[in-house]
């Protein structure tokens, strides 16, 4: 009879760590397929170009080092060169803007003779072009386009709390929290970053 109920005790013990097993089981692969949702409507977002929002890809680090996508490899290299490691990246974001800008001048004199007829010149490189155009008798035409391509890398790192001590033994033992790190880098040489500010909310 004793053999009967330790089967019969066990068999429930062996159900219920089945039946949470699964249970944690199901709830992960929940979790994966609310990450493939998530990152299938980044997708259709990003290549909609008329939204005016998005939606943050998920990955883990380890998909970071061989998605096929030329920004996320641009981002992934960046932070490496910063030297942060993987424990403690938290997110990588990439903004590229263009500035288009077209305007004329008339002068109400000629200021061209009149065997001048009409020049037009191009200036620039892969993050700017000015396009000069010189008219008879009057018009001068100016037609600016201006890019940037704007990273952002966000990691944690251990900061002392107060003041450090001057000898590198004394801040062995004082008090450290973790702190975000934001790294802000605009790639276009002309473009000088003048300000930067970033606000958590928890």
């Known amino acids: ?35 493939y949702d ?17 939606i943050a890809y998920k990955f883990s680090v380890e998909q970071l080092n061989y998605i096929n996508d030329s920004i996320i490899t641009e981002l992934n290299n960046t932070r490496k060169q910063l030297k942060i490691k993987d424990k403690e ?11 288009h800008i077209r305007d004329s001048v008339f002068v109400r004199d000629t200021i061209f003779k009149e065997s001048f007829i009409r020049l037009d010149t191009l200036l620039g490189d892969e993050w700017y072009k000015t396009k000069l155009t010189l008219e008879y008798p009057n018009k001068i035409g100016l037609d600016m386009t201006y890019k940037s391509d704007i990273s952002v890398i966000a990691s944690t790192q251990k900061e002392i709390i107060g003041t450090p001590k001057k000898c590198f033994i004394g801040r062995w033992f ?17 473009s000088e970053i003048k300000s930067k500010k970033f606000v958590i909310v928890e």
């Open 1 to 35: 009879m004793k053999t009967i109920k330790t089967i019969f005790w066990i068999f429930i013990g062996v159900l219920i760590i089945s039946v949470i097993g699964m249970a944690k089981h199901i709830s992960n692969l929940n979790e994966e397929i609310g990450v």
């Open 38 to 54: 998530n990152n299938f409507k980044s997708l259709n977002l990003e290549l909609n170009e008329y939204e005016k929002h998005a």
């Open 89 to 99: 990246l938290k997110q990588l974001q990439s903004i590229k803007t263009e500035v």
């Open 174 to 190: 004082q008090k450290k929290q973790k702190v975000i790190r934001v790294d802000v880098m605009d790639n276009n040489p002309y």
